[in-house]
Structure formats: structure tokens, C-alpha cells
């Protein structure tokens, strides 16, 4: 069982370059999400999906958009990246009402 | 404002030794409440969740939580702590609309 991946897992940028985080998962859930963390923050809902074509701001999504064109992939796009988006990103999957499954997450660094 | 809070940002505890982490929610109803933990360069793991019933609930790996409605508390513990269970653990609630926020987060270390 593959879960939810992400890729990559490292990534360095220069400020105002762009990139999309992937983020896929087989378990057919409809329910996807995109958080960061940072140090002594936990972990902060950037965006989420309720299905395949439906998606919503979490608490901190300035910086950040998102798509959902099929139930298994989720990306997350960065336009213009900035130091403060230095951080590890995780998506995860869920069913209805149910616990979430993580990726192993993405290390970026913006310099 | 709705928030989840662990106290303890770090603790320390001795093999052998009994633990409780602690976590206390800010919500209107009650929420969906869950424990994760995290290993050094890892995705978040599921202890266990409540959403309802008995509010001592069972988890993985000999963990167990108590819901107290009264305090708002959802504190994880242990009775028996192993050098594996070092790691991050978080406690998160969701309010059903699969909006699910996290604590800081607590650090276990375990000394031998």
C-alpha cells in the first residue's frame, strides 16, 4: 500500500521562483489537505478538498493555490516564493469523519 | 477563538516510567479528538481518536486517552514508557466539517 506520497522530499528555491508540490494517494478518499509546520507551531491547514473539484482555504493560505482535478492527486502550487514559506510541507488523505494518513512530507527552503 | 493547546512544548521522562501528555481544546461542542504522533522525519502516525461513547479510549502501541468534558482535556498517557516512543506528539480535533487543527505539539525524550 502506497498511501499518500509526496514529492519531492527536499527542495531548495530562490525568492520568486515557483514550484508545485505533488501529492498523491490510492486509498480513494475523498478528503485531502495540504499543512505546514514549523518549529513550535504544529501544524497549520494551508488548503483542503472535499472531492475532485472542490477546494478551501484552511488558516493560512496566502502564498499558496491548490487544485483537485481527480480523486487521487492534490498539488500545491507556490507562485512567487518568499522566505517565510520556508518549511515542511505534508498532505494527507482522508474518509468521511475520519482520521488522517500522511505523506512523508516535503523539506523546502526558500533563499 | 477556537484553539487547541499542549502546554508542554518538551518532557522528559525515564524508561519504565509512567507518562501523560496533556491537551486541552477550545470549542464550542465537542469536538472529534485525535493523538498523532511523529518520528524524526516522518509523517504524522494515529494513536487514536474519540468521537464518542466511552471516553477512555485505546490506541496503538499501549496508549490510551481520557476525554473529560469538563475540562475540555483530552490527555494522552502511557503506564510504562519505551525508548521507542520517543517522537513528537500532537493532539488535533475536528469539528466534523473535516477542518481538522493541531496543537504545538509536545516533545518526549526518554532517558535510559
Known amino acids: 500500500n502506497a498511501g499518500v506520497t509526496q514529492t519531492p522530499k527536499f527542495r531548495i528555491l530562490k525568492i520568486g521562483q515557483s514550484m508545485t508540490l505533488q501529492c498523491t494517494q490510492d486509498m480513494n478518499h475523498n478528503y485531502m489537505y495540504w499543512y505546514r509546520q514549523d518549529p513550535g507551531m504544529g501544524l497549520k491547514l494551508i488548503y483542503y478538498s472535499v472531492g475532485a473539484g472542490i477546494t478551501d482555504k484552511g488558516e493560512v493560505p496566502n502564498g499558496y493555490n491548490v487544485s483537485r482535478s481527480t480523486t487521487e492527486d492534490f498539488p500545491l502550487r507556490l507562485e512567487l516564493a518568499a522566505p517565510s514559506q520556508t518549511s515542511v510541507y505534508f498532505c494527507?488523505?482522508?474518509?468521511?469523519?475520519?482520521?488522517?494518513?500522511f505523506g512523508n512530507g516535503t523539506r523546502l527552503t526558500v533563499t | 477563538a477556537q484553539s487547541v493547546t499542549q502546554p508542554d512544548i518538551h518532557i522528559t521522562v525515564s524508561e519504565g516510567a509512567s507518562l501523560e501528555l496533556r491537551c486541552n481544546y477550545s470549542?464550542?461542542?465537542?469536538?472529534?479528538l485525535f493523538w498523532y504522533v511523529q518520528s524524526p522525519g516522518q509523517g504524522l502516525q494515529l494513536l487514536l481518536k474519540y468521537f464518542s461513547g466511552d471516553t477512555l479510549v485505546q490506541g496503538i502501541k499501549g496508549f490510551e486517552a481520557e476525554f473529560k468534558r469538563s475540562q475540555s482535556s483530552f490527555n494522552l498517557r502511557k503506564p510504562s514508557v519505551h525508548w521507542s516512543d520517543a517522537a513528537e506528539y500532537f493532539c488535533a480535533v475536528s469539528l466534523g466539517n473535516n477542518d481538522m487543527r493541531f496543537g504545538a505539539g509536545t516533545r518526549l525524550t526518554v532517558k535510559p
Open positions: 470549542y464550542g461542542a465537542t469536538p472529534y
Open positions: 494527507a488523505s482522508s474518509g468521511e469523519l475520519a482520521p488522517l494518513h
